[in-house]
């Protein structure tokens, strides 16, 4: 299966496929069998799960979990107030809104990966809510709108498209005027490396004058292989930027070890960490959630001071009104009438004077 498309036609959405690749506890055994849910991902991301450990990162991103049954902190209703569906702003289904010069432009509804803590389940795992994603419909919408300078598009995934649909896109918001940057959200090079094949690198590379930036999301060190390596390379060679956007996952990667682990390895495939997501409302997913204050107390132990501050992401949390940061001001410790004080990883101090407006 050495081809992106004999991946996703074999993919692992069985039980029994899936007893090929681990052994399964009864626990799981009872989740695939009980829970009615979209599950499933590649042989590919498959192979990578560790049989016999029902911990291991990867199977608890793919397989679901009983405990998906519980929903004390979880909105319903998320995806629609996330994504400001509710307002009194007219938009096309496949328009989600949060600031005036950007917006997200939702293309599909599948995935190489039926993420467990996928923040967009009710549309694309659970499907109980129906968005009418009409790429054209989105396309004139975004065309009228002359603020827009700044388009992400998502899904889903958006690289399960063909190449000529992918090409389309691209090429009809680069006529529009005001269109400066085309953003990607996808988890292939990760899930299906594969898919970073000629035919896309045709489509996404070379100069142009709005140019593409590609963001991945890898949330544990286990992800990363030589597939995933060449994959971001292939992408870099033709033109793109490749970031991360990791998921702050509880069992997953919110320990100190794992977490450095995770953004070293980044860097060593020349992705840079762009945003660590705070796990959000969505219904179903509270054993992935941490406590909120988690994210920014990694970042101070596992890579401020520890590692190059090229490994550091952005801890947010998304909202109906936009991202908002989550990190502390660990070191700041105190404010004098002539100085502030600071200390560092290790506990060191050091000043710096108030400078008057």
């Known amino acids: 299966m050495n081809t992106w498309l004999e991946q996703l036609r074999n993919v692992i959405n069985s039980i029994d496929r899936l ?50 049954r519980r929903n004390r902190f979880g909105m319903s209703d998320f995806l629609i107030w996330k994504e400001n569906r509710a307002t009194g702003e007219k938009r096309p289904d496949s328009i989600a809104r949060h600031y005036h010069d950007r917006i997200a432009f939702t293309v599909i509804d599948l995935c190489a990966i039926y993420c467990r803590h996928c923040f967009r389940k009710e549309v694309v795992i659970d499907r109980d809510l129906k968005l009418r994603l009409d790429v054209d419909e989105g396309l004139e919408w975004i065309r009228e709108h002359v603020e827009i300078r700044d ?29 400066e940057m085309i953003r990607f959200g996808t988890r292939t090079p990760i899930v299906l490396p594969h898919r970073v094949d000629e035919g896309l690198m045709k489509v996404l590379g070379g100069y142009h004058r709005v140019p593409i930036w590609v963001n991945i999301q890898c949330n544990h060190p286990k992800e990363i292989t030589e597939m995933t390596a060449k994959a971001v390379y292939n992408l870099l060679s033709c033109g793109i930027n490749v970031g991360n956007q990791s998921v702050l996952l509880k069992g997953i990667n919110d320990d100190t070890a794992t977490f450095r682990k995770l953004h070293q390895r980044l860097l060593s495939i020349r992705v840079r960490p762009y945003y660590l997501f705070y796990c959000g409302a969505a219904p179903g997913i509270d054993h992935f959630r941490t406590p909120v204050e988690k994210g920014s107390e990694l970042i101070r132990d596992a890579i401020r001071g520890h590692t190059t501050g090229l490994a550091q992401p952005m801890y947010v949390v998304s909202t109906n009104i936009g991202k908002i940061p989550l990190m502390s001001n660990y070191y700041f410790v105190e404010k004098t009438e002539t100085e502030h004080r600071f200390i560092n990883h290790k506990g060191q101090s050091t000043v710096l004077p108030i400078i008057p407006e």
């Open 19 to 68: 007893k090929d690749f681990v052994n399964l506890t009864p626990e799981e055994e009872e989740a695939l069998r009980t829970l009615n849910t979209t599950w499933g991902t590649t042989p590919y991301f498959t192979s990578l799960m560790d049989r016999d450990d029902p911990n291991c990162p990867i199977r608890k991103q793919v397989i679901p979990s009983l405990q998906e």
């Open 151 to 179: 388009v992400l598009i998502t899904g889903g995934d958006p690289f399960i498209l063909p190449d000529d649909k992918i090409e389309y896109i691209v090429r009809k918001l680069r006529e529009i005027p005001h269109i």
